[in-house]
């Protein structure tokens, strides 16, 4: 079965550091991973995916992740966080054998402290 | 670009009434997600439409749930016989193919409230 577990409930960074944000899956078959940021009162929006190729993916606002096949990771980075990255922070997988679904994990949330 | 949006944006009602939430994809997305995201939870996957069938409709939690396609754009997701357990909100998506590599792009959401 598909999982995605993302391990920390908050993340706390002062502005201009870096940020991590983790994320950890089980999936059978190759995974298609995707990173969505939820902003209060706001849909989801979409940050990057990984498909296949570079392991180093960059995304919007300044995001990149960095998938790891053999630690079955996809952490979510950013060189100099800002005040305004604070939100709630979503990892997801899918996987061939998973069909059409797309699983999420519970959420991370980030503040960002100026 | 209009991006997916979702009628009503807040829907309160009581236990045991029929609700109906309407989702507008993108023009020209052929897939259609539902989800449910209760509180301090990620999305939960409900069903998936490519075009005017249901292709996945494994996370419909019971048969009081059910959501239709009927011209492969506008989808409606019916509640019956709601339950306070119901209440949540629950999110559309569209992607332009549905392959699994798809980006889906999703609405504000419909929050219901079931009292």
Redesign the interface.
């Known amino acids: 079965a598909q999982s995605v577990a993302q391990p920390e409930d908050q993340v706390n960074v002062a502005e201009g550091n870096p940020l991590t944000v983790k994320c950890t899956y089980s999936v059978s078959g190759n995974p298609y991973l995707f990173w969505y940021v939820q902003y209060p009162n706001r849909g989801l929006q979409f940050l990057l995916k990984y498909i296949t190729g570079d392991n180093l993916v960059k995304g919007s606002y300044g995001f990149e992740a960095e998938f790891n096949k053999s630690q079955t990771s996809f952490h979510l980075k950013k060189p100099s966080a800002l005040v305004s990255d604070s939100a709630l922070y979503f990892c997801a997988v899918r996987g061939a054998t998973g069909g059409f679904k797309t699983i999420f994990g519970a959420g991370t949330r980030l503040f960002v402290k100026a | 670009g209009a991006g997916?949006s979702q009628t009503p944006s807040n829907k309160v009602t009581e236990k045991g009434k029929y609700v109906e939430l309407r989702c507008d994809p993108i023009s020209g997305h052929t897939a259609l997600?539902w989800?449910r995201q209760s509180l301090?939870?990620?999305?939960?996957?409900l069903i998936?439409f490519q075009g005017t069938g249901a292709?996945?409709d494994?996370?419909l939690p019971n048969d009081r749930f059910f959501a239709v396609r009927p011209e492969g754009s506008v989808s409606t997701l019916k509640i019956q016989r709601t339950e306070r357990g119901d209440s949540a909100v629950y999110?559309c998506?569209s992607s332009l193919t549905?392959g699994?590599?798809d980006?889906?792009?999703?609405?504000?959401?419909t929050r219901l409230t079931v009292l």
Do not use: N, R
């Open positions: 997916v997600y989800y301090g939870q990620g999305p939960e996957f998936y292709a996945d494994s996370g999110l998506a549905g699994l590599a980006t889906q792009y999703f609405g504000p959401g």
